[in-house]
């Protein structure tokens, strides 16, 4: 059963328009029902409309996800999960402290997983090949002189959930964390640099699909690159040899959201500690790269895991790929000395 499972999760993996299927996949083991209705197609001159409409479904359903948290429960509910997962205390194999990650547990259940995942997939369903083909012909044509950018970067809409950017072939960086008011970047090409990249209340959603180009992206803050605390987060590199540089629950990893990681090809190298490449904790976390010679590194609870009421999922589709964890914290067993991973395909709580 479970290789079966798995061999129907990799062909989803595969298809070009396979992302939201995985979060409809997640779903099921994580016990959400999702609506079955289809997503409309998208057309070049409606490209924009699309986006924005599509955003603000995400928020919506996010939003409405935590609909029994009040604004300061909220808060303390992304409070907790920081402090129970990074940190001096957060080197063990699930929360810093046991009384308090099992009443966090207990604060994730009262989350609507079905309305969570919901948003998961509409955002994932912008990774289909007709959105990015819409995409790729976008032009811009009002000038951005917001903070936080190197390079010509256009605006092309504002949502309820924020700002759409669209950055040039040339070379940009987006220091996203000086951003917030911007929910997507959409760049075309070029060598770019995305520094940080986190959620908050105030930007609960953000999406970053680069079309080409050798790109890095970095950070040292908890919640990046695909990393979603109390939120959404997507990224998609279609192309090029990136790196991928952070500490904890980045990659492909949702802590009470969801965290969706997707590198089209090239051959990529992914580092990071703690939660890490494909995680989930009261939620999904997804990395998927699909093709060439990948090197991934963490040091616990990388690479495939699944801790309490979550789903975490790595798959690299094709290539020669390594793949490494451990080494970094010590052992928190006296009878086994030695660094433990907790990582490459665990579930955990």
């Given amino acids: 059963e479970v290789d079966a499972w798995s061999r129907t999760l990799h062909e989803t993996a595969a298809r070009p328009d396979g992302m939201g299927g995985l979060v409809g996949h997640a779903a099921v083991k994580l016990d959400a029902s999702?609506?079955?209705e289809p997503v409309p197609a998208v057309t070049v001159s409606g490209t924009v409309e699309r986006l924005a409409a599509t955003l603000d479904a995400v928020c919506g359903s996010f939003d409405k996800s935590l609909a029994n948290f009040s604004k300061r429960e909220r808060e303390k509910l992304r409070?907790?999960?920081l402090e129970q997962t990074t940190g001096d205390d957060a080197n063990s194999n699930n929360f810093?402290?046991?009384?308090?990650?099992?009443?966090?547990c207990l604060r994730l259940l009262e989350m609507d997983r079905s309305l969570l995942l919901?948003?998961?997939r509409t955002a994932a369903e912008l990774i289909r090949p007709d959105i990015l083909d819409a995409l790729s012909r976008l032009q811009g044509t009002e000038l951005w002189r917001g903070k936080g950018v190197t390079g010509d970067v256009w605006l092309l809409a504002e949502t309820g959930a924020g700002k759409i950017l669209l950055g040039s072939a040339g070379t940009n960086e987006y220091r996203l964390d000086e951003m917030i008011d911007v929910c997507m970047v959409v760049d075309p090409g070029g060598q770019d640099r995305y520094i940080e990249g986190t959620l908050s209340a105030k930007r609960p959603v953000l999406v970053i699909m680069d079309l080409a180009g050798d790109d890095l992206y970095r950070g040292t803050k908890a919640g990046i690159q695909g990393g979603a605390i109390c939120g959404v987060s997507l990224l998609a590199d279609l192309a090029g040899n990136d790196v991928y540089q952070a500490d904890d629950i980045a990659q492909g990893t949702g802590l009470g959201g969801v965290g969706i990681l997707l590198d089209g090809g090239g051959n990529?190298?992914?580092?990071?500690?703690r939660r890490v490449q494909g995680h989930g904790t009261?939620?999904?976390g997804i990395l998927v790269d699909r093709g060439g010679n990948d090197a991934y590194r963490g040091a616990v609870l990388a690479q495939g895991v699944g801790g309490p009421i979550g789903f975490g999922l790595l798959d690299d589709v094709a290539?020669?790929?390594?793949y490494y964890a451990g080494g970094l914290y010590p052992c928190p067993y006296d009878d086994s000395p030695g660094f433990p991973g907790w990582s490459q395909g665990a579930g955990i709580g």
């Fill in 34 to 36: 999702l609506p079955t």
């Fill in 79 to 81: 409070q907790a999960l």
């Fill in 96 to 104: 810093a402290d046991d009384k308090e990650g099992y009443k966090l």
């Fill in 118 to 120: 919901a948003a998961g």
């Fill in 268 to 273: 990529d190298k992914y580092a990071g500690r």
């Fill in 282 to 284: 009261g939620g999904a």
């Fill in 319 to 322: 290539g020669n790929d390594t």
